[in-house]
């Protein structure tokens, strides 16, 4: 049974759950919307039923659970303007400290934001000892990203998987605009962020870009199909918003959403923001980013051939699963042709690198290592 379909069963039946600025920041304000978090399954958290009116529920925010800033895991923060996709794209980076570096590519799931990745971009960047970067951005739809044209968020966002693709593609052409000059690039995707990313490697190729290899994390094509009629379910389920940030935070981590309290508290805050002015009072003061259910006309096409394109990569292929996660029989007869490296980590939800952000590194480092340095007549993994 895969991670989502177990999700959504497990939202359908759990009990109501116990309730200084980054490098380019502008304000302390705006390094504060930071700190916001990401959602399982790569379409939202695991919620359960919240039963207690909102006037009841109101607390003090608690501590242990207040926002932690993000420029202790990423050297800058910045916008970076892609006019061909008429995107001002929030970018968060850490450059390889030599020329012959390598950066990997972090592409997150739906409803997270770049920051997602926080706590792994650390723990690469310190065992690779700055040898490999790491850039993280927020999609379209999602986190800081922004449209040129009209500054403020659209009610919807056009999230089809090729737009997304051509996004990536357009980002990395600005970043780095001579692919002959420029790192080469391990392209990283979570859920939604995996298929994105498998479907950008051949693009990237075509304009000569240097693709060591596409790492998918926790999602297998036939099982996220099987489990997506639950979604309304478990989007049913989950809270309209929050009174504060920590509310947020320590609704992530008692929910098993993200069970790394020091990940969320730099990821949950970028999720989130504050609700428009006019709000009734009874409203929550924080609200989702990304309005997940109105993504669901895309959520087939996310997925839908995502196997047989990640077995057709011309790279080095991983795929990361959560537990016990099975593969489907397309995957299965790729592992038996020895068409890509599998890893599974245990004790790990679906958000693998917030829940163990060292084991994942410890996973994508070696998987780098192996396939940046390839001794001369020994194949890549995957490699035919």
Avoid at 37 to 49: E, H, N
Avoid at 183 to 192: D, M
Avoid at 329 to 348: A, C, R, S, W, Y
Wanted: some cysteine.
């Amino acid at each position: 049974m895969s991670d989502l379909y177990r999700s959504a069963l497990q939202a359908r039946f759990a009990k109501a759950p116990q309730l200084p600025p980054l490098p380019g920041e502008e304000d302390e304000d705006d390094e504060a919307e930071d700190h916001v978090g990401a959602l399982p399954g790569g379409m939202g958290p695991p919620a359960a039923p919240s039963r207690t009116p909102r006037a009841v529920r109101k607390h003090s925010p608690k501590a242990d659970f207040a926002p932690l800033s993000a420029s202790g895991y990423f050297d800058q923060a910045t916008q970076v303007s892609v006019s061909t996709s008429d995107l001002d794209v929030r970018v968060y980076y850490t450059p390889p400290k030599f020329e012959d570096g390598t950066v990997m590519i972090c592409h997150h799931g739906a409803g997270y934001s770049g920051l997602t990745f926080a706590c792994m971009a650390k723990e690469i960047t310190d065992m690779t000892k700055g040898e490999c970067g790491v850039l993280a951005y927020d999609c379209r739809g999602h986190g800081k990203t922004k449209h040129i044209s009209t500054p403020e968020f659209p009610e919807e966002e056009n999230l089809a998987v090729d737009v997304l693709t051509d996004d990536l593609a357009n980002l990395l052409r600005v970043v780095f605009p001579d692919a002959q000059s420029a790192p080469s690039l391990l392209l990283v995707g979570h859920s939604l962020g995996g298929s994105v990313c498998v479907r950008a490697c051949p693009k990237l190729q075509e304009h000569r870009y240097r693709i060591t290899g596409v790492a998918v994390i926790d999602v297998v094509e036939e099982f996220t199909l099987e489990a997506l009629p639950l979604m309304h379910s478990l989007l049913n389920a989950r809270p309209e918003g929050f009174d504060s940030p920590e509310e947020a935070i320590e609704w992530h981590v008692k929910t098993n959403t993200i069970r790394n309290p020091a990940s969320a508290r730099v990821s949950v805050p970028g999720i989130i923001v504050p609700a428009p002015p006019g709000s009734p009072p009874s409203s929550p003061a924080y609200l989702w980013r990304t309005p997940l259910r109105s993504t669901a006309p895309y959520w087939t096409s996310w997925f839908t051939g995502l196997s047989s394109k990640f077995l057709a990569s011309r790279t080095a292929r991983l795929l990361i699963l959560a537990g016990t996660e099975r593969l489907d029989k397309e995957l299965m007869i790729g592992q038996m042709q020895g068409k890509f490296q599998l890893v599974v980590i245990p004790g790990v939800g679906h958000m693998v690198h917030e829940d163990d952000p060292r084991r994942m590194a410890d996973v994508l480092v070696e998987f780098w290592r192996r396939n940046e340095r390839v001794v001369v007549g020994v194949k890549k993994v995957g490699e035919l």
